[in-house]
């Protein structure tokens, strides 16, 4: 199956990372890959986990809609938390209801001892289905 590799303008770059944000297939699966508190360097912007969570799920939003996708779109999450406890699932909880309302996507939740970069606290992955076009 055909697919492109997209990294949006508004996202930082990631290819020195090793990866990318997205790759989209020609049946219109998106997978876009773990989003975290970055700013445009691909640096973790804060150390608070609330803060974490809002700005990954920003980048996620800014993800999608670079591929004219929004979070009613998304069909499975996979968060990953480090240190995870009940406080920190009340906080993604929150968000995750702020955004989906009763209607969320899939999720799995994985409890990690570290991530990626030192500062990091959470990361969100997605795969999302652009709407199907009616004949």
């Known amino acids: 199956m055909s697919h492109d590799i997209i990294n949006p303008a508004g996202l930082h770059d990631p290819v020195g990372f090793g990866y990318s944000h997205i790759a989209r297939t020609a049946g219109g ?54 240190d995870h406890d009940a406080e920190k699932l009340t906080v993604l909880a929150r968000h995750i209801r702020d955004i989906w309302g009763t209607r969320p996507p899939t999720q799995t939740l994985t409890g990690v001892a570290a991530l990626a970069l030192p500062d990091m606290l959470f990361e969100i992955d997605a795969i999302a289905v652009a709407p199907a076009t009616m004949p």
């Open 29 to 82: 699966m998106v997978f876009i890959a773990g989003q975290y508190a970055s700013d445009e360097h691909g640096q973790v912007t804060t150390t608070d986990f609330g803060e974490q969570v809002a700005r990954s799920l920003a980048n996620l939003g800014t993800a999608l809609a670079s591929v004219g996708l929004g979070f009613r779109d998304v069909v499975q999450i996979r968060t990953h938390i480090v």
